[in-house]
């Protein structure tokens, strides 16, 4: 059978998928109102008008007006049948028509969104920048450090925002602050979405390329003479086929995951619009939204995919692609003593924070200076800090590992299945998880198991785009046909061929983007639809002091500081979950003769492919 014909049925299965996600979803949003258990004639008046009280006459005339008799799925076809003809309907807060709305913000948002693009690549690029060039001149003999990106990885969004606002828009005056009036208003919200962004990919993007470096064909051009720029450009270009499925649910989904950004920032964008809607039940430009972020998620996942294919070219389809296996690095010193400081650090302030009270307020000393009685300072009730940050670090970290882990194991498994998870990725990645913390605390209410559930359902993305991509590659490796050839079955190939492969970048990835997970069940209790106070949670803590950032930054540096120390700590337990070829050979090889045989097989291909001259 030739490839054509074999990929005919996953492009209709993938299509399939795709089709059902976007179907569930937009069903799930229609259903919003009536699964709140909240009077949907209620919330549409009280948007309307603010009234408090308002009588049976008042809330049977809006029910009349916008057919909420009929239930949501008369209301869910009414409203399909009208986008043929270009009617999203009207909004039942306003009663304005919903698709130039729509339009509009979804122009602001791919615009910021581009400008993010651009700021998440010239990071990135940085990030990778000293492993591409000691790479290409033979001189990577130490693990890539994981401190930089750890910081800049878990940096906090809406942080980060307040902060460039404040100094850049409003003390140094060189940007606007506010407002979307031309290009350089785009440009601290773009600074604020793709610093952290840029140092994901990036350094995601860091620990691949060495084993690109390491593969056979490298060492052959190295030793034949090849210039650095040259062999660098080709080794970039096999390990970016690996990471670029991580673009999709990294960037794209700052789309509709922008919000708190775009509050700050005061950008009209399509997240704060699907948000407001969401909050005052207002159906039609939420299902209008939701759409656009369905149809953006699907038109970039096709183009990631074309662009990954092009990069690997005709040995992904021929299944002549080689193995990634990364050569085994001593860990840099620094690493290692900035992983023990970090440890170091987050047990001493647990340690003292738990024998403080955590509950007691002083509203005499509201926003005191770090001082001897404080060591952090205090917060806008008086509460230390300090306590609060030392009673919410086993519930901060356990329930981010918890949900790391179960997204993880979604990931994987979705993954796996390619042709149907493919098309379900590109549908939820887009999907901002503040939509999804509104159905779930909607079933469940506000509660820490809601807003966990929430980031479940759209958390797995990365994972899965990765498993996706990584299983493509290692199907169409040599090794693979060859063990194919002998009558290897799926068990023998997935416990000794795909796990080994796609496990280790998988669980780095998700190390990675742990600080990430506490951020975002923070933004889901900041809204009330999480963790409620006065529970002592990192992410609480910094949702709940941003406001007071700019007068007491004390407030904020305690959980940021703590975030940033969780994020080094996992980031340098990396490098064990590297990949470093078979065990066996490991087991009987040193590092020093590794290097020493890949020097001397350097040397054996050099005088193979020298030119002789001829007598």
Request: aromatic share 4%; glycine share 10%; charged share 15%.
């Amino acid at each position: 059978m030739s490839p054509g014909t074999e990929a005919r049925p996953s492009r209709w299965r993938a299509g399939l998928g795709r089709l059902a996600a976007g179907a569930a979803l937009l069903t799930a949003v229609a259903m919003l109102p009536w699964l709140s258990g909240n009077d949907p004639a209620l919330t549409v008046l009280q948007a309307r008008s603010a009234d408090q009280d308002p009588t049976p006459e008042q809330l049977a005339a809006v029910r009349e007006q916008l057919g909420l008799d009929e239930g949501p799925f008369t209301h869910l076809a009414h409203w399909l049948g009208g986008l043929p003809q270009g009617d999203a309907g009207t909004s039942w807060v306003s009663g304005e028509a919903v698709l130039p709305q729509v339009t509009s913000a979804f122009a602001v948002s791919v615009t910021l969104m581009l400008g993010a693009l651009v700021v998440t690549i010239a990071v990135a690029a940085l990030v990778s920048a000293r492993t591409l060039y000691l790479g290409s001149r033979r001189r990577l003999h130490r693990g890539t450090g994981a401190v930089g990106v750890g910081v800049l990885a878990a940096l906090p969004k809406f942080l980060l925002a307040s902060l460039l606002a404040t100094v850049c828009g409003v003390w140094l005056g060189w940007f606007p602050s506010s407002g979307w009036e031309g290009p350089a208003s785009m440009v601290l919200p773009s600074l604020a979405l793709g610093v952290p962004s840029g140092a994901m990919i990036g350094g995601l993007l860091d620990q691949s390329l060495p084993a690109a470096f390491n593969e056979p064909w490298a060492r052959t051009w190295r030793a034949y003479g090849f210039a650095p720029h040259h062999v660098a450009r080709h080794v970039l270009r096999r390990a970016l086929a690996g990471v670029l499925p991580q673009l999709l649910p990294t960037v794209v989904g700052l789309v509709g995951g922008a919000v708190a950004v775009e509050r700050i920032f005061n950008i009209p964008g399509l997240g704060r619009l699907a948000l407001d809607a969401a909050i005052a039940q207002d159906l039609p430009p939420l299902q209008t939204a939701t759409l656009a972020l369905i149809l953006l998620g699907v038109v970039a996942g096709l183009l990631i995919q074309a662009l990954r294919r092009a990069l690997l070219g005709p040995a992904l389809r021929d299944g002549a692609l080689p193995t990634l296996h990364a050569p085994t690095a001593a860990r840099g010193r620094f690493t290692r003593w900035a992983a023990m400081a970090c440890a170091l650090a987050l047990l001493t302030l647990v340690t003292v924070g738990l024998l403080r009270d955590p509950l007691h307020v002083d509203t005499a000393a509201r926003l005191l200076p770090p001082s001897a009685a404080h060591p952090l300072g205090t917060d806008a009730l008086g509460r230390d800090l300090l306590a609060r940050l030392g009673h919410g670090a086993l519930r901060t970290v356990g329930a981010a590992l918890a949900v790391t882990v179960v997204c993880t194991l979604t990931g994987l498994l979705l993954g796996m299945a390619a042709q149907v998870g493919a098309g379900l990725t590109e549908v939820v990645s887009t999907m901002p998880a503040v939509l999804a913390g509104m159905l779930t605390t909607a079933v469940t209410g506000p509660s820490a198991s809601g807003a966990a559930l929430a980031v479940c359902l759209v958390g797995w993305t990365p994972y899965a785009a990765q498993a996706s991509a990584l299983l493509e590659q290692e199907r169409a490796s040599g090794h693979m046909l060859a063990s194919l050839s002998f009558g290897a079955g799926p068990g023998y190939l997935l416990r000794n061929h795909l796990l080994p492969a796609v496990l280790p970048p998988v669980l780095r990835n998700a190390l990675l983007r742990l600080p990430t997970t506490v951020l975002v069940l923070a933004s889901l209790g900041f809204l009330g639809l999480g963790e409620q106070p006065p529970t002592a949670e990192w992410g609480r803590l910094l949702s709940e002091n941003q406001p007071y950032a700019e007068l007491a930054p004390w407030t904020v540096l305690g959980p940021a500081c703590a975030l940033v120390l969780l994020s080094v700590l996992a980031l340098s337990s990396t490098d064990a979950t590297a990949v470093h070829g078979p065990a066996s050979v490991r087991g009987r090889m040193s590092r020093r003769s590794r290097r020493r045989g890949v020097q001397r097989e350097d040397k054996v291909i050099a005088r193979r492919t020298e030119p002789r001259s001829v007598v």
